[in-house]
């Protein structure tokens, strides 16, 4: 009897890409252009203005997105798995502000710290429980959660920020300490991001929030449990929020309920430009960090020459517009290739 | 009348040529269309049929070449132009708004030049009446999303009705209807052909060809083959000038009577899911191939997919290889080696933006995984690869999406994900639906062959030929019940359809 399944172990047949064809695909790749595009700006920006190739404008480039990066992590494997996530903002000013109250109410910031997170992933799970079980759209629980939390965040603080002076200096490390040169915040960044960037390219339990955003329906016919892959992203998401909640209030030495105003915009943006795509299942880690990156430093780039902040706005947003355009017609042009 | 018909072209073609990137679509290509009458296209998938004839419809402009209605030269640079020159066309793929009632469907086109500020639901509402009247009772004011897929496609059919038009394209229209379904389709095309509309058809079955049509013309990779007399030529002709060469045996030889075994792989008990379907019960034996006919809607796939727990509440017994099978969800079913390939390959069969690879793994990623849940890619791409080969699939690189398929190697795709699980027993839904010819002669001697493996194989189909042709046995659905079985030489069409619908039967005997 024939063998058709995985067991039989055939030799390899595959065809060697060659050096030019592997070099035409590293060039096709999304990340290949971003990288052009950063590295194009900072040899335009180390001549425009000399404070740009500083090591504290590189310090404060990178602390600007390395916090967000990890929002940017759990946005980008939502929208793989067909989601979206608008109260990221306010979730992870939520997570400052329950930390930060635990704190004052004379918890250790520890404690606080992982009491906030569980929190985080609790509205998380609600979110997913809303979409999965309930059967609403990702965009609308998402849109009144941020209301809500925001609200709560309001309310838990009379709208104030609370300074919390007393945080020990253990505790302050994480957001404003340094390994050697590198701060702690970059650490934990790069960590994040390398371990959920393989993941995402590597795993079983990742590669199934890929089937689930491509195709939902051929996905359930895989024997994929759609509704629990989109349930664990929604609340990784959250989650992710939430350690960015924290590490901004270590950062701070303070509990701001203002915070994160807009975030979830910069956080899609940077994911959308960086190749995910809002239909799911199409993205990378990878690409959406340097998506963050492009930004953060065309915003920095934008304050160094003094450009009026509501023009950074309309140049942020165009740019994305931008990015959206040409990759719409990168992929119509590569769709009448085949 | 027929004379003076032959030289009265409204339609006429020349040298149209086009092209994508590199790929040629059309070369050259000559048609001409005359008044009233029914004019087949055949080709395989790729063969350049639906480019030539979104070129008449104004949706893609051709590179070169002439377009001309009535002798006269005319430039179609939109299907709104198209319209007005009187061409109707009725896409493959439904094309309908679900949330919108169908008679607002039907009387779209209408709306959009209408010169009123208000909608006249009334109005619309009767034009759409009279339009579906002579092919459906769907009611006016029902939503399309409630309706079947037949019905969509019945309704799409009406809505070009609507707009008066000289020559109406119908792209496989009965891919999704019922033979009963597809009569009525049929007599109202000769109807239409009668009041002088000229009705270009395009299908993969010569048995419609041959009973339907007056003449057909051939393409092949884009090229024009020939135009002929429905009378003066066969289904074989037809073929081979598809194919480009003679397709000798278009089904694999069935089971001879010494080689049938009693070995039952599936026996299904008094399968029941209270509305669907009631008391189905059946064995799949080894080394046959046995086939489910049925109206559709009259519950073949919900039977097929309640099997498996992809959906439903099912009571009742399954045991495979004589164990009971206690089965709470799909991931189950599949761990037990019993597989569903979905009729509908683009919405449900395959990820289109995932590469071959990942598509075929879909089922089982834990096989080409190491302990830790990391995904081998070597392990991934040599078995897909490995099952490509076996199953013929046609491909550049391993790695690229399954997009860039024809629907043929998609499907092969899909077939290949059922595959690497070594599945015991495979229900296809539909195995042959929009695949060419050749694919399709190739899917059924896969098929073949695995059940001479002793893969249990349960084929789902409304083409009533390949059933024919393919199973060894048949057994009809009617209203979620099975009404009977058919095989040697009972299993006819005329024996399926009276088991499948009563109407059908006593039309038959009467």
């Not at chain 1, 994040?192 to 590597?202: E, G, H, N, S, T």
Request: aromatic residues 6%; proline residues 2%.
């Amino acid at each position: 009897m024939r063998t058709y399944g995985a067991e039989e172990t055939g030799a390899a047949q595959r065809k060697p890409a060659g050096i030019a064809g592997a070099l035409r695909q590293m060039l096709g790749m999304r990340e290949v252009g971003l990288i052009a595009i950063i590295l194009l700006l900072f040899i335009v920006m180390s001549f425009a203005s000399p404070y740009f190739l500083t090591w504290v404008n590189m310090r404060a480039m990178a602390m600007a997105f390395a916090v967000e990066g990890i929002v940017v992590v759990g946005m980008t494997i939502l929208l793989i798995s067909g989601g979206i996530d608008l109260s990221v903002g306010s979730v992870t000013a939520l997570a400052m502000v329950i930390a930060g109250l635990l704190f004052l109410a004379g918890f250790d910031p520890w404690t606080a710290s992982a009491i906030s997170i569980l929190a985080c992933l609790a509205i998380g799970a609600a979110m997913g429980f809303f979409v999965t079980r309930i059967g609403l759209h990702h965009f609308i629980v998402s849109l009144a959660v941020m209301v809500i939390a925001r609200g709560i965040c309001l309310l838990g603080t009379g709208g104030r920020p609370l300074g919390l002076y007393t945080l020990p200096p253990e505790f302050k490390f994480i957001g404003q300490g340094s390994l050697g040169v590198v701060p702690v915040v970059i650490v934990i960044f790069v960590v994040v991001v390398i371990a959920f960037d393989f993941m995402l390219r590597k795993t079983t339990m990742f590669r199934k929030v890929f089937y689930t955003g491509s195709n939902e329906k051929a996905a359930a016919y895989s024997g994929i449990r759609t509704k629990k892959v989109v349930f664990l992203t929604t609340t990784l998401c959250s989650g992710l929020c939430g350690v960015a909640g924290i590490i901004y209030m270590a950062r701070f030495g303070s509990a701001q309920p203002t915070f994160g105003m807009g975030m979830e915009l910069n956080v899609i943006a940077a994911a959308v430009i960086g190749g995910a795509s809002l239909s799911g299942g199409v993205g990378t880690i990878f690409g959406a960090i340097l998506g963050a990156i492009l930004l953060s430093v065309v915003s920095s780039s934008l304050a160094l020459l003094d450009v009026s902040v509501y023009w950074q706005d309309i140049i942020r947003g165009s740019i994305l517009l931008a990015a959206v355009t040409i990759d719409h017609f990168i992929n119509k042009r590569r769709k009448q290739r085949v | 009348m027929k004379t003076t018909m032959e030289n009265d072209l409204v339609l006429k073609l020349s040298g149209v040529s086009k092209s994508f990137g590199p790929v040629q679509a059309l070369r050259g290509v000559d048609f001409d269309l005359r008044r009233g009458e029914i004019h087949a296209i055949a080709g395989e998938n790729g063969a350049g049929k639906s480019t030539l004839m979104n070129i008449v419809d104004g949706i893609i402009r051709p590179d070169s070449g002439e377009i001309y209605i009535d002798d006269e030269l005319v430039e179609i640079t939109s299907p709104a132009v198209a319209q007005r020159l009187g061409i109707g066309l009725v896409h493959q793929e439904i094309a309908l708004c679900p949330d919108v009632s169908v008679a607002e469907n039907i009387c779209m086109c209408a709306t959009s030049i209408s010169r009123s500020l208000l909608m006249d639901f009334r109005a619309i509402e009767a034009k759409a009446k009279a339009a579906l009247g002579t092919l459906c009772d769907v009611p006016p004011t029902a939503l399309v999303r409630d309706l079947s897929i037949s019905q969509q496609q019945l309704v799409e059919i009406a809505k070009a009705l609507t707009l008066d038009c000289r020559v109406l394209i119908l792209d496989e229209p009965t891919a999704a209807l019922t033979e009963r379904e597809a009569k009525i389709l049929f007599g109202i095309m000769r109807r239409l052909a009668d009041q002088g509309i000229s009705i270009i058809y395009i299908t993969h079955r010569m048995a419609e060809i041959f009973e339907n049509c007056d003449r057909v013309t051939v393409f092949r990779d884009g090229q024009y083959v020939m135009t002929r007399d429905i009378r003066e030529i066969t289904p074989g002709d037809v073929v081979a000038a598809m194919v480009g060469r003679v397709i000798d045996n278009l089904y694999p030889a069935k089971l001879a009577a010494h080689e049938r075994s009693d070995e039952v792989i599936l026996a299904v008990r008094n399968l029941t899911d209270r509305a669907r379907y009631r008391n189905v019960t059946f064995d799949l034996k080894k080394g046959e191939i046995l086939g489910l006919a049925g109206l559709i809607g009259a519950g073949r796939s919900e039977i097929a997919r309640g099997i498996c727990r992809l959906e439903g509440e099912t009571s009742g017994e399954v045991e495979l290889y004589g164990r009971a099978l206690r089965l709470r969800h799909y991931r189950d079913s599949i761990d037990h080696g019993i597989v569903y390939l979905s009729e509908d390959r683009k919405g449900d069969g395959i990820f289109l933006d995932m590469s071959i690879a990942a598509n075929v793994s879909a089922l089982s990623l834990e096989l080409v995984a190491t302990r830790f849940g990391i995904v081998d890619e070597r392990r991934e791409q040599d078995l897909a690869t490995r099952l490509g080969r076996s199953l013929n699939l046609r491909y550049g690189d391993i790695r690229q999406a399954a997009s860039a398929l024809s629907g043929g190697n998609q499907q092969k795709v899909a077939i290949a994900k059922m595959l690497s699980v070594n599945p015991k027993v495979i229900f296809l839904d539909e195995p042959t639906r929009g695949v060419d010819v050749g694919a399709k002669a190739e899917i059924h001697r896969i098929l073949r062959a695995l059940a001479q493996d002793g893969v249990g194989i349960l084929v789902i189909s409304s083409e009533l030929p390949e059933l024919i042709g393919l199973c060894d046995r048949v057994l009809v659905v009617r209203e979620g019940e099975i009404t009977g079985e058919v095989a040697g030489d009972r299993m006819t069409e005329n024996n399926i359809m009276y088991l499948a619908s009563i109407e059908a039967g006593r039309a038959a005997t009467a």
